[in-house]
């Protein structure tokens, strides 16, 4: 197959790492970030936005670029943290 075919496979799909009580957190908290950063109207609150959307992407995506170069993964947490794990 091709790189670029590559790409598009599973294989090349990120996997998800970041459980799913953090990923609500994150996308709510990016939302918040980005309407903060917006509204300010300066560098520094675009700045804000921009990182506040790449909580949004994380929260949706469920994947963490740090948690994977840390080998990180805490989508098991939630159920450890309800008493079932």
């Known amino acids: 197959m091709s790189d670029i075919a590559d790409s ?3 294989k090349g799909a990120s996997a998800v790492n970041v459980g799913s009580t953090e990923r609500a957190l994150s996308t ?3 939302a918040l970030i980005v309407l903060d ?3 300010s109207g ?3 609150g675009a700045m ?3 990182l506040g959307a790449a909580l949004i992407a994380r929260g949706v995506g469920g994947h963490c670029p740090a948690y994977a170069a ?3 993964d805490t989508t098991h947490d939630d159920v450890k943290s309800l008493g079932r794990g």
Do not use: D, H, N, T
Request: proline share 0%.
């Open 8 to 10: 598009f496979s599973s």
């Open 28 to 30: 709510i908290g990016g």
């Open 37 to 39: 950063g917006l509204r």
């Open 42 to 44: 300066s560098l520094f």
């Open 48 to 50: 804000r936005a921009v």
């Open 70 to 72: 840390l080998g990180v």
